[in-house]
């Protein structure tokens, strides 16, 4: 898929001054081989409102989402696993600790001046209350494929569509059922759309 490449390589390209060599690898590693939904979602949502999603700026929207996920997922799996109880010299394990921190951080940059800033604050003071919690559901994926389509459907200079927490919820409970968060429904696009017409109520 075109987008995923593009996402792919968006994401890449944030991470490209990163230093020292040896996190900013560990980093690029992690976006090689993950899948790209959240990237993936934001830019079929600019496209589902009209806009041009081959963009540089559009692009960079697709980034900081992905980031965000990648970072927080990283940290989900680090909290769950707890490497650093089977390595004494902890040198992965706090690779990993920082490339997660530095991959949020720099995903916020990226958002910060756009219309989805609010949204990816909210997603990671959500991260934040269901890990205290021990939540264990699909809430992450809930709240950042919310925050792609919040991201891409104001691209454009749009509210946010009514329904979009609703879609989000559906896409993670598909993504949930079928123990996959690489692919996207093949109806995702058409949904979008239809998302896309519903006038902002606000309220969601």
Same mark, same amino acid.
């Given at each position: 898929?075109? *987008?995923?490449?593009?996402?792919? %390589?968006?994401?890449? *390209? #944030?991470?490209?001054?990163?230093?020292?060599?040896?996190?900013?690898?560990?980093?690029? $590693?992690?976006? *090689?081989?993950?899948?790209?939904?959240?990237?993936?979602?934001?830019?079929?949502?600019?496209?589902?409102?009209?806009?041009?999603?081959?963009?540089?700026?559009?692009?960079?929207?697709?980034?900081?989402?992905? @980031?965000?996920?990648?970072?927080?997922? @990283? +940290?989900?799996?680090?909290?769950?696993? /707890?490497?650093?109880? !089977? /390595?004494?010299?902890?040198? &992965?394990? =706090?690779? #990993?600790?920082?490339?997660?921190?530095?991959?949020?951080?720099?995903?916020?940059?990226?958002?910060?001046?756009? /219309?989805?800033?609010?949204?990816?604050?909210?997603?990671?003071?959500?991260?934040?209350? =269901?890990?205290? &919690?021990? +939540? +264990?559901?699909?809430?992450? $994926?809930?709240?950042?494929?919310?925050?792609?389509?919040?991201?891409?459907?104001?691209?454009? %200079?749009?509210?946010?569509?009514?329904?979009?927490?609703?879609?989000? /919820?559906?896409?993670?409970? !598909?993504?949930?059922?079928? &123990?996959?968060?690489? =692919?996207?429904?093949?109806?995702? $696009?058409?949904? @979008?759309?239809?998302?896309?017409?519903?006038?902002? =109520?606000?309220? &969601?």
């Amino acid at each position: 898929m075109e *987008e995923a490449v593009r996402a792919r %390589g968006a994401a890449r *390209e #944030a991470i490209g001054d990163i230093t020292p060599a040896r996190l900013r690898d560990y980093i690029d $590693e992690l976006l *090689e081989s993950s899948g790209i939904v959240p990237g993936v979602l934001t830019l079929l949502s600019v496209r589902a409102v009209g806009g041009d999603a081959g963009t540089s700026a559009v692009e960079r929207r697709a980034a900081g989402v992905q @980031l965000i996920y990648e970072g927080l997922q @990283l +940290t989900r799996r680090l909290a769950y696993d /707890e490497p650093w109880n !089977a /390595e004494p010299p902890h040198t &992965e394990s =706090n690779i #990993a600790v920082l490339a997660a921190d530095v991959m949020v951080s720099r995903g916020f940059s990226l958002l910060a001046r756009t /219309e989805a800033a609010g949204t990816a604050v909210q997603t990671v003071k959500a991260f934040g209350r =269901n890990q205290t &919690e021990g +939540t +264990t559901s699909n809430a992450l $994926e809930t709240d950042v494929f919310e925050l792609a389509i919040v991201a891409g459907t104001t691209a454009t %200079g749009r509210d946010r569509p009514a329904g979009t927490r609703r879609y989000a /919820e559906q896409l993670a409970g !598909a993504a949930d059922e079928h &123990e996959s968060t690489t =692919n996207l429904p093949d109806d995702t $696009e058409e949904g @979008l759309v239809k998302l896309s017409r519903r006038r902002p =109520n606000h309220v &969601e």
